[in-house]
């Protein structure tokens, strides 16, 4: 379990993993209210990818992100 500081080399890392092996990635994110932090996570079963934020800016950035991988998947 990886996680990442920086939301650049996440968002890379995420797509990365997902160019390689698109049908077993699995994306989740997680919101705690009491501690006001979003979780993201991605997955393949063997590399898990994770990045954690209490920053109102990175909800755009997933924004963008998913946007990106919904693009991916459709065009599959």
Same mark, same amino acid.
Request: charge should be positive; aromatic fraction near 10%; include cysteine.
């Given at each position: ?6 939301? @650049? #080399?996440? *968002?890379?890392?995420? #797509? $990365? ?7 077993? /990635?699995?994306?989740? &994110?997680?919101?705690?209210? &009491? ?7 991605? =997955?393949? @079963?063997?590399? /898990? +990818?994770?990045?954690? &934020? @209490?920053? *109102?800016? @990175?909800?755009? $950035?997933? #924004?963008? +992100? =998913?946007? &990106?991988?919904? $693009? ?5």
């Amino acid at each position: 379990m990886t996680y990442f500081n920086s939301w @650049d #080399e996440f *968002a890379k890392s995420v #797509e $990365r993993l997902y160019s390689v092996n698109p049908s077993k /990635c699995r994306f989740s &994110t997680k919101y705690n209210h &009491t501690n006001g932090k979003l979780v993201l996570k991605m =997955t393949d @079963d063997i590399v /898990c +990818l994770q990045y954690s &934020t @209490d920053q *109102a800016q @990175d909800v755009k $950035r997933l #924004e963008k +992100l =998913t946007g &990106t991988l919904m $693009r991916h998947i459709a065009s599959s």
